[in-house]
T-cell receptor, first 115, second 109 residues
Framework: TAGITQAPTSQILAAGRSMTLRCTQDMRHNAMYWYRQDLGLGLRLIHYSNTAGTTGKGEVPDGYSVSRANTDDFPLTLASAVPSQTSVYFC??????????????FGPGTRLTVL | GQNIDQPTEMTATEGAIVQINCTYQTSGFNGLFWYQQHAGEAPTFLSYNVLDGLEEKGRFSSFLSRSKGYSYLLLKELQMKDSASYLCAVRDRNYQLIWGAGTKLIIKP
C-alpha cells in the first residue's frame, strides 16, 4: 500500500509562474490537509478538506487554492508563485477530521524553491 | 493567539533517558499528538493523549496535564536512530492541529 504520494519531489519555479502540487492517498481517508514547513516554524495549515467536495482555509491560505473532486486526490495550486512560497509542502490525510485519535498520515513532501 | 512551546534542541547520550516538554495555549483542546520527523522526511505519528496521565508505548511514553497546558514525551534506552525532531501538536476546538516548531534531539554515543 502506497499510503500518500506527492509529486513532484522537488521543483524550482520562476516567480510569477503557476504550479500544481499533486497529492493522492489510497487509504480512503475522508480528511486531507496541506501544510507548509519552514525552518524554525511549526507546520502551518494552508487548506484542508473534511470530505470530498468540501474545502476550507487554514492558517496561511493566501496565494494557494485547492480542490477535492474525489476522495483520493487533493491538489494544491499556486496561481502566481512568489519567493516567500519557497518551502517544503506536506500533504496529509486522516480517517476523519474529528473524534478520538485520527492521527494524520503524511506524504513524503515536495520541496519548492521560487526564484 | 494559539501557541505551542517546546525547546529548540536537546542533546542526550545513547542508552540514557530524555524528556521533551511541550506547553500549549490553544482555543479549545481535543487531544495532543507527538510526531517524530527525521531530517528530510515526513512526520510520523508517535502518540496521542486526550485524558490526563501517562500513555506508554514501548520505549516511548507521553504525559498530559490539561489543567497545566503541559505535556512531555519520554524516550528511554535511547538509540542513535532516535536522533530526529519531535513535534508536539494540539487539536483545537475546530479539530485543526496547531504545531510546535519541534525539538531537535541529538544523540551522542
Amino acid at each position: 500500500t502506497a499510503g500518500i504520494t506527492q509529486a513532484p519531489t522537488s521543483q524550482i519555479l520562476a516567480a510569477g509562474r503557476s504550479m500544481t502540487l499533486r497529492c493522492t492517498q489510497d487509504m480512503r481517508h475522508n480528511a486531507m490537509y496541506w501544510y507548509r514547513q519552514d525552518l524554525g516554524l511549526g507546520l502551518r495549515l494552508i487548506h484542508y478538506s473534511n470530505t470530498a467536495g468540501t474545502t476550507g482555509k487554514g492558517e496561511v491560505p493566501d496565494g494557494y487554492s485547492v480542490s477535492r473532486a474525489n476522495t483520493d486526490d487533493f491538489p494544491l495550486t499556486l496561481a502566481s508563485a512568489v519567493p516567500s512560497q519557497t518551502s517544503v509542502y506536506f500533504c496529509a490525510s486522516s480517517d476523519s477530521a474529528s473524534g478520538d485519535y485520527n492521527e494524520q498520515f503524511f506524504g513524503p513532501g515536495t520541496r519548492l524553491t521560487v526564484l | 493567539g494559539q501557541n505551542i512551546d517546546q525547546p529548540t534542541e536537546m542533546t542526550a547520550t545513547e542508552g540514557a533517558i530524555v524528556q521533551i516538554n511541550c506547553t500549549y495555549q490553544t482555543s479549545g483542546f481535543n487531544g495532543l499528538f507527538w510526531y517524530q520527523q527525521h531530517a528530510g522526511e515526513a512526520p510520523t505519528f508517535l502518540s496521542y493523549n486526550v485524558l490526563d496521565g501517562l500513555e506508554e508505548k514501548g520505549r516511548f511514553s507521553s504525559f498530559l496535564s490539561r489543567s497545566k497546558g503541559y505535556s512531555y514525551l519520554l524516550l528511554k534506552e535511547l538509540q542513535m536512530k532516535d536522533s530526529a525532531s519531535y513535534l508536539c501538536a494540539v487539536r483545537d476546538r475546530n479539530y485543526q492541529l496547531i504545531w510546535g516548531a519541534g525539538t531537535k534531539l541529538i544523540i551522542k554515543p
